[in-house]
């Protein structure tokens, strides 16, 4: 079985500032991470993800993320927030020989002002 | 080009009712997922297809539900004698390819919020 906690359900946060969004996650086997991020009223689309490699994995508005497995933790980050960063942010778990099927956490609400 | 797609996009039932919710997949993906998303709460999953072969089921959280991908393109999630607890959302994703190795990525549709009086 495997599981993933996001302890903060909602951050607010400065234009410009960075942010953290923590993310642990348990599991007995070789895992691979997601991070998912779904716009108001909009579905859920892929930030970024960890396969195999490098530990630290980016996305194209930057965002990036790195699997730490001693602490079993895949946080994201991003130096300066912009107020379009305003989302639900979802980690999510698959593991090896898993089907694929995604394990999500309860989501951070990242709030973005001015 | 087009997305998942789902339908309806806002159901309300009465309790004991059926409901059927329908999933398009993006066309030419092989594996299909079901999640149910309580409010408040992350996706959960419920069932995956590869192609019309429904490998995994272990999610679904009673014999009132039950999917089916006949064709292996779309699918339907029906809900039997529904109840409170049903009220969610409930997310269908697709993938390009075949589950085992490193996983695809998984392209979600809108949902369908269901809710139950």
């Known amino acids: 079985a495997q599981s993933v906690t996001q302890l903060d359900s909602q951050v607010p946060v400065f234009e410009e500032a960075p942010v953290e969004l923590r993310c642990n996650y348990s599991?007995?086997?070789?895992?691979?991470l997601f991070w998912y991020v779904q716009y108001p009223n909009q579905g859920l689309q892929l930030l970024l993800k960890?396969?195999?490699?490098?530990?630290l994995v980016e996305s194209i508005n930057g965002f990036e993320a790195e699997f730490n497995k001693s602490q079993t933790s895949f946080h994201l980050r991003k130096p300066s927030v912009h107020i379009s960063d305003t989302a639900e942010y979802f980690c999510?778990?698959?593991?090896?020989?898993?089907?694929?099927?995604?394990?999500f956490g309860t989501g951070t609400q990242l709030k973005v002002e001015l | 080009g087009a997305g998942v797609s789902q339908s309806p996009r806002y159901k309300v039932a009465k309790r004991g009712q059926d409901v059927a919710l329908r999933c398009d997949p993006i066309?030419?993906?092989?594996?299909l997922f079901w999640y149910q998303q309580a409010l408040g709460q992350g996706p959960e999953f419920l069932t995956y297809?590869?192609?019309?072969?429904?490998?995994?089921k272990s999610g679904l959280p009673s014999d009132r539900f039950f999917a089916e991908r006949p064709e292996g393109s779309v699918s339907t999630l029906k809900i039997q004698r529904t109840q409170q607890e049903d009220s969610a959302v409930y997310l269908c994703?697709?993938?390009?390819?075949?589950?085992?190795?490193?996983?695809?990525?998984?392209?979600f549709g809108p949902g369908t919020r269901l809710t139950v009086l």
């Open positions: 999510a778990v698959s593991s090896t020989g898993g089907g694929n099927k995604l394990t």
């Open positions: 297809f590869q192609n019309e072969a429904q490998l995994d």
């Open positions: 066309s030419g993906h092989v594996s």
């Open positions: 994703a697709s993938s390009p390819s075949l589950s085992g190795g490193a996983p695809d990525t998984q392209y």
């Open positions: 960890y396969l195999s490699g490098s530990t």
């Open positions: 599991s007995s086997v070789s895992v691979y």
